[in-house]
């Protein structure tokens, strides 16, 4: 059964704190995988995507690096900020599932204090 | 990226009702996804929708509770029958850009259920 795991799941850093967080996946055989904001109650906002094919994806920042064979990925946010508090989702798509399905983590919680 | 809008953002119903949740696109998509976030809970996909056939609804979830309707490549809804308190949870419309299968999801339904 394809799974996908967050650690930690929740995260409390002073703002200005650089932070990593982790994503591990169970099969190596994926299409991609795929980072999400939410917002408490909200819906889910794509940070970023990584294909199977690459290594890492960045956005402003925001990097995010992807080991396949060792069915790891991680989020490195630089210099937090209080707006940066919000759950992050690592969703993986996996070969055996069918390139439609996203298999979801189960978040990790980030506050981000002044 | 997709912009996905969904109605009602929330509500809160009654044991035995019914509720009709509506997904609109801004572009023609071939595939629309229904996911469920149980409160506390990661995302779980309920179907997946093609315009001009039947939905195909992943493990755990059936028709009869969840009907959905996907009469063209911009809309969907999706029902959420006989409801029980159970079914109090966030759903989420997503589509998926075919191009790089990057998924976009919308901002959500709250559902509560008395």
């Known amino acids: 059964k394809q799974e996908v795991t967050q650690i930690p799941a929740a995260l409390s850093v002073p703002e200005g704190e650089n932070l990593v967080l982790n994503c591990s996946f169970t099969?190596?055989?994926?299409?991609?995988l795929q980072w999400f904001r939410q917002d408490p109650g909200k819906g889910l906002t794509s940070l970023l995507l990584?294909?199977?094919?690459?290594r890492e994806q960045t956005s402003g920042r925001l990097n995010a690096s992807l080991d396949k064979s060792s069915g790891r990925s991680t989020l490195y946010i630089a210099a937090s900020q209080p707006g940066d508090s919000a759950t992050y989702l690592c969703?993986?798509?996996?070969?055996?599932?069918?390139?439609?399905?996203?298999?979801f983590g189960t978040g990790t919680r980030l506050l981000v204090s002044p | 990226s997709a912009v996905i809008s969904q109605k009602p953002s929330r509500d809160i119903c009654q044991r035995g009702t019914s509720l009709t949740i509506q997904c609109q696109v801004d572009?023609?998509?071939?595939?629309m996804f229904w996911y469920r976030q149980q409160p506390g809970q990661s995302l779980t996909l309920i179907a997946t929708?093609?315009?001009?056939?039947?939905?195909?609804?992943e493990s755990g979830f059936v028709i009869d509770k969840f009907p959905i309707s996907r009469p063209n490549l911009t809309f969907s809804t999706l029902t959420v029958s006989n409801m029980s308190p159970e079914d109090s949870s966030i759903y989420l419309c997503?589509?998926?850009?075919?191009?790089?299968?990057?998924?976009?999801f919308g901002p959500g339904t709250r559902l509560t259920v008395l």
């Open positions: 997503s589509v998926d850009n075919y191009s790089y299968n990057e998924q976009f």
């Open positions: 099969d190596s055989a994926i299409y991609n």
């Open positions: 990584i294909q199977s094919s690459q």
């Open positions: 969703a993986v798509r996996f070969m055996n599932t069918g390139f439609q399905k996203l298999v």
């Open positions: 572009s023609q998509v071939t595939m």
């Open positions: 929708a093609n315009q001009g056939s039947e939905a195909t609804y």
